[in-house]
């Protein structure tokens, strides 16, 4: 049962223009949503978050908007720069026992930003 | 500071040969797990562990073993290796506040034949 899904495996941009990147979710006690970027033979790395009480958050160029009522996240990448070329995983968590939280991922989409 | 590090990069087992994965981080850092990524799967939690001398399971630990004997390094153990277990491992580590979070380390490409 798949609680985080990326529909897109593949996205192609130009360079200067917008990526958008989405994600849907079927767990509501989600309370936690994250970005992560994968570049090739490397670990993925944590690149923006916003909380379930925010519908956006915004780190240069990198904007998060989360539409709870319909259970999508979407990521925003605005001007894309070749460098953002990877692959994008969407993660969801939720409070789990201890005080911790539990991570989901998505399947991850590739992004190729074309010069 | 390294980060979290795992060796080997590569690894080619035959079925039935069991072997360890390495990990360690120097951030010291109580969460640390493992995670195994598949195509068109995502990143899977196969075991985790909240601090020394306290392990978990995942979503998918059949066939794998950790321990955690320090706060630096938790390895990964396959017992006898099945071309099922072919994926990429991953280890990651957090502070126990911010498990969603997680530091990565580049991860060993697993081949099972």
Not at chain 1, 25 to 31: E, G, I, L, P
Not at chain 2, 103 to 109: A, E, H, L, N, S
Request: hydrophobic share 30%; net charge neutral.
């Amino acid at each position: 049962d798949q609680q985080v899904k990326q529909n897109s495996p593949s996205l192609s941009v130009q360079e200067g223009r917008i990526s958008i990147l989405n994600c849907d979710y079927t767990n509501s006690m989600f309370d936690y949503f994250l970005w992560y970027k994968k570049y090739p033979a490397e670990g993925p790395t944590f690149l923006i978050s916003i909380s379930s009480i925010k519908d956006k958050n915004e780190d240069g160029r990198f904007t998060v908007f989360l539409n709870k009522s319909a259970k999508h996240l979407s990521l925003h990448i605005v001007p894309s720069q070749p460098g953002d070329s990877a692959v994008y995983f969407c993660a969801a968590s939720t409070p789990w026992g201890g005080g911790y939280q539990k991570v989901t991922f998505g399947t991850g989409t590739k992004l190729q930003v074309i010069p | 500071n390294a980060g979290v590090t795992q060796t080997p990069k590569f690894q080619v087992l035959k079925t039935g040969q069991s072997m360890t994965l390495q990990c360690a981080q120097d951030m010291n850092h109580e969460y640390m797990s493992w995670y195994r990524q598949d195509p068109g799967m995502g990143l899977r939690l196969i075991h985790y562990s909240v601090g020394a001398g306290i392990t978990d399971q995942g979503e998918v630990p059949n066939g794998y073993n950790v321990s955690r004997s320090t706060t630096e390094d938790f390895p990964l153990r396959l017992l006898s290796a099945a071309p099922s277990q072919t994926s990429v491992y991953f280890c990651a580590s957090s502070t126990l506040g911010s498990t969603d979070t997680q530091y990565f380390g580049p991860g060993t490409r697993l081949t099972v034949l």
